[in-house]
């Protein structure tokens, strides 16, 4: 099984507001082993709020463009992190940029993608696709459906989908199943933006929605086990 692991930057800042947490990534690093232990080849994509959040600077004398630059070269400092972080925890990964940044970091090419997962290596993709304009959710997909990842698991702080915002609603239900269509369709569905939802509906890739911090969460999803809300 080849999984997609998508991680918001807020997620790596652990319990700080901002920043990069090394306890976090080190406990991420344990639970990504474990999956690797069940199986799987392990991709993963993060996002860049704990440093930079393209949406807030944009409009602000900052063009969009720039705004979204800005956030895509936060990504790079997050995966650099994060890869130094698993290679000394014993999960040996490689971190490759859509962004071209040479000095710092390998260049992302499908081919090399897959050497290094074919060499048991965690492949961290940053920068999102290189392009404005697409979030990292929608990146995470497109990374997902070009090596050919049998799920994307997105990473939250809620054990899967509500039909309401459990943060703001105490009788928010949630949904153990959910067809992409539907979650593409549903207003109060914003778990990931319509944009990516749409494109893993376009391609029946699916998408398992999950707690992060749950212990072995990830590994039982390697496992096929019911975890948060299926998306697919």
């Known amino acids: 099984m080849r999984l997609l692991l998508k991680l918001s930057?807020?997620?790596?800042?652990?319990?700080?507001p901002r920043g990069f947490d090394i306890e976090r990534a080190k406990w991420i690093a344990g639970e990504v082993k474990k999956a690797q232990e069940a199986g799987a080849e392990i991709v993963v994509t993060v996002g860049a709020g704990n440093f930079v959040r393209g949406e807030y600077f944009a409009g602000?004398?900052?063009?969009?463009?720039?705004?979204?630059?800005?956030?895509?070269?936060?990504?790079?400092?997050?995966?650099?992190?994060?890869?130094?972080v698993f290679n000394s925890e014993g999960v040996p990964a490689a971190v490759l940029s859509n962004i071209e940044a040479n000095q710092v970091v390998d260049q992302y090419t499908y081919r090399r993608a897959l050497s290094h997962l074919a060499k048991g290596r965690v492949v961290i993709v940053a920068g999102g696709i290189g392009r404005p304009y697409i979030t990292?959710?929608?990146?995470?997909?497109?990374?997902?459906?070009?090596?050919?990842?049998?799920?994307?698991?997105?990473?939250?702080?809620?054990?899967?989908?509500?039909?309401?915002?459990?943060?703001?609603?105490?009788?928010?239900?949630?949904?153990?199943?959910?067809?992409?269509?539907?979650?593409?369709?549903g207003r109060e569905?914003?778990?990931?933006?319509?944009?990516?939802?749409?494109?893993?509906?376009?391609?029946?890739?699916?998408?398992?929605?999950?707690?992060?911090?749950k212990e072995g969460n990830i590994a039982k999803i390697v496992a096929g086990e019911k975890v948060g809300t299926r998306i697919g």
């Open 60 to 84: 602000q004398n900052i063009q969009q463009v720039t705004a979204d630059n800005m956030g895509m070269l936060a990504i790079i400092i997050n995966a650099l992190a994060l890869g130094d």
């Open 189 to 213: 569905i914003k778990v990931m933006d319509k944009a990516a939802l749409g494109l893993a509906a376009d391609f029946h890739k699916p998408i398992v929605v999950f707690e992060l911090l």
């Open 136 to 185: 990292s959710d929608s990146a995470a997909v497109s990374i997902a459906l070009e090596l050919d990842c049998d799920v994307v698991a997105k990473a939250t702080k809620f054990d899967g989908v509500f039909d309401k915002d459990p943060a703001k609603a105490a009788d928010a239900k949630k949904l153990d199943e959910l067809s992409l269509v539907d979650a593409v369709a």
């Open 9 to 16: 930057g807020e997620q790596l800042a652990g319990d700080n």
